[in-house]
């Protein structure tokens, strides 16, 4: 389930990419107006430009700008970011959230389904001890990467 639904996910990030780059010209030059307004959104270009991969890897397991994730796609389409950069480091982190997220529904299945069983919630053998340090463990990766993240986004914006 994970890996259908990172690369559908990359799927669509690539044609918001394509509609941004190739699709509609009046639109890529506005954004690039529009990146080129914010010292952020500036260095956040440069950073694309110059370590393409990595800042669109980097970026999906944590964005820093206050705009919806999906707009980042349209933003990387107006840059000079080559596509097969970006559909890699696109797919690569959808997985985390994906995972997780596939992860999560099959321990609530679990639950469920013993419950209605005449199961007890605490019974159901979905979250063991591993499992519960593997997802304290997801958090605190999580956390690291974003705190890497946003001191590597202050040090574009100097």
Same mark, same amino acid.
């Not at 690291?144 to 946003?150: E, F, I, K, N, P």
């Given at each position: 389930?994970?890996? +259908?639904?990172?690369?559908? +996910?990359?799927?669509?990030?690539? @044609?918001?990419?394509?509609?941004?780059?190739?699709?509609?010209?009046?639109?890529? $030059?506005?954004?690039?107006?529009? #990146?080129?307004?914010?010292?952020?959104?500036?260095?956040?270009?440069?950073?694309? @430009?110059?370590?393409?991969?990595?800042? #669109? *890897?980097? *970026?999906?397991?944590?964005?820093?700008?206050?705009?919806?994730?999906?707009?980042?796609?349209?933003?990387?389409? %107006?840059?000079?970011?080559?596509? %097969?950069?970006?559909?890699?480091?696109?797919?690569?982190?959808?997985?985390?959230?994906?995972?997780?997220? +596939?992860?999560?529904? @099959?321990?609530?299945?679990?639950?469920?389904?013993? #419950?209605?069983?005449?199961?007890?919630?605490?019974?159901?053998?979905?979250?063991?001890?591993? +499992?519960?340090?593997?997802?304290?463990?997801?958090?605190?990766? #999580?956390?690291?990467?974003?705190?890497?993240?946003?001191? @590597?986004? $202050?040090?574009?914006?100097?």
């Amino acid at each position: 389930g994970a890996l +259908a639904a990172a690369g559908c +996910a990359t799927f669509g990030s690539a @044609v918001a990419f394509g509609i941004s780059r190739y699709g509609r010209p009046r639109l890529r $030059e506005k954004i690039l107006t529009l #990146v080129r307004r914010d010292p952020k959104t500036r260095a956040l270009e440069r950073a694309v @430009v110059d370590r393409g991969f990595a800042t #669109v *890897l980097v *970026l999906r397991l944590a964005p820093l700008l206050p705009i919806p994730i999906g707009g980042y796609n349209y933003l990387y389409g %107006a840059t000079d970011l080559a596509l %097969a950069q970006f559909v890699p480091a696109m797919f690569l982190g959808s997985l985390k959230p994906y995972a997780f997220d +596939a992860y999560l529904g @099959v321990v609530g299945k679990q639950v469920v389904d013993d #419950v209605a069983n005449g199961g007890s919630a605490d019974a159901a053998g979905g979250l063991s001890d591993p +499992a519960l340090i593997g997802i304290f463990a997801a958090f605190l990766a #999580v956390g690291a990467v974003r705190g890497a993240a946003r001191r @590597v986004g $202050e040090i574009f914006v100097r």
